[in-house]
């Protein structure tokens, strides 16, 4: 499908909704602490609305309410839940304009982007409601003449998921919609950055036909909430998308109860390209991995490995191609520019060179010039550090055993890219890179159907397909004594 764009002031639905509702311009801040947070659109700097900053107490109150409501949910058939998902898809579709444009203003990726970014999300709605009719389980060959075996799945229970701000409608459905169709009841805790998208998804939610406490929505004071997540033994599972630094702390949080954890934590992802490549393929790949979003994202090609004997014309088609796609959007907010200077700063420093960008720009908003560094080296920054804004690093190698340890070098697992029409090298690294996702000839990945998730320290468990839904299911095993 596609998405209209809509105008550019603020007369989308849901905004008055939102208005309406005391989300935006007026700020009622609610019952609780009584205090509000202010949302700032990234394009200018400006306050677009704000939010009741919740706590402890908001977030223990929406544990309650998914308890009292898991047994409703979780006793609905199947069918029964995956009815109201579509429902819920039908109204996101009906509603894609406006929810991209709620995207648009507070995350700050373009309306295009935006529109995308809501197309991913239904495809994530459907795919889990039509999979909540499919969590089969087995019937087991016994072992025992007296015995009859089996296993069934069930709901984990109430669910908590914490969501970042580079996708603030997809990674919310990419948990929820599973949660839902399994049966679980979820408090959803999106990112404080963007928090409308969220809002605007649960009012189509209860539009949708689901039930009072089913999905209840928390933000403001995300340690405190967190840490309330953590410490209730209601609350089975957790899943999380974000920083490695806070999936940690969640981690450890989260022993004293032992809850099934889902971790989608940061990526350090290597894109490499060997002289063999479609130079043009690779180009594009590499446009769409490294500057989508403005390089928000956790599979962004972070050290862009190209061989030797290609890499002064790549970097050179490199540059007029980024030259030509004109500025990127806004960063997040003002830490990720200054993070984007800090990170060219110490390149330079210890010998890249800027073939273009590597500045600020000097308007309202968080912009950061697209930048491409040549001459990159494992001794800098940005080797070891996700990037996540639009500087490209790259970096020569000649031999592929060395690009291979390099590009394996370090705690992060989640996505990696290679380029070369070598079907036999293709294969080799399909085998030994140590990713949880491999990109091979393709800049972009992510889809409904297949398991996202990454190796080593870049997280726990798989989002998305098949595997998507096992996070929120526990497995029962039942053994049935039978007259001999
Ligand atoms: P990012 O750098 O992408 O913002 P974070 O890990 O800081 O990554 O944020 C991801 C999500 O985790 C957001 O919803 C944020 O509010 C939340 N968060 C941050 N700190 C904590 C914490 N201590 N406990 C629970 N959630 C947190």
Known sequence: MTVEPVSSTFSAEFFPQLVTNGFLEKGDPGEGSGKSFPVIAPASGARIGQVPEMGAAETRAAIARARASLDHWRGLLPKARAEILMKWHGLIRRHAADLAYIIHC????????????????????????????????????????????????????????????????????????????AGCTVVLKPSEETPFSAIALLDLAARAGLPDGVLSLVFGRAEEIGQALCDSPEVRGLSFTGSTAVGRQLMSGSAATVKKLSMELGGNAPFIIFDDADVEAALEGLIASKFRNGGQTCVAANRIFVHGDIYERFIGRLVAKVMEKGDAGPLINRQAVVKMTRLVEDAERKGAVIRCGGRPRSRPGFYFQPTVLSEASPEMACFDQEIFGPVAALYRFSDEAAVLELANRGAAGLAAYVYTESLNRAWRFQERLAYGVVGINVGTTSCESAPFGGLNQSGLGREGGREGIDFYLETKYTCLGVPG
């Open 106 to 181: 507070e995350q700050g990726k373009s309306l295009q982007e935006a529109g995308r970014e809501v197309v991913g999300a239904l495809a994530y709605v459907e795919w889990y409601a039509e999979e909540a009719k499919r969590t089969y389980g087995d019937t087991i060959p016994t072992t025992d003449a007296k015995k009859r075996m089996f296993s069934t799945r069930e709901p984990l229970g109430v669910v908590a998921a914490i969501t970042p701000w580079n996708f603030p409608l997809a990674l919310v459905v990419r948990k929820c919609a599973p949660a839902l169709a």
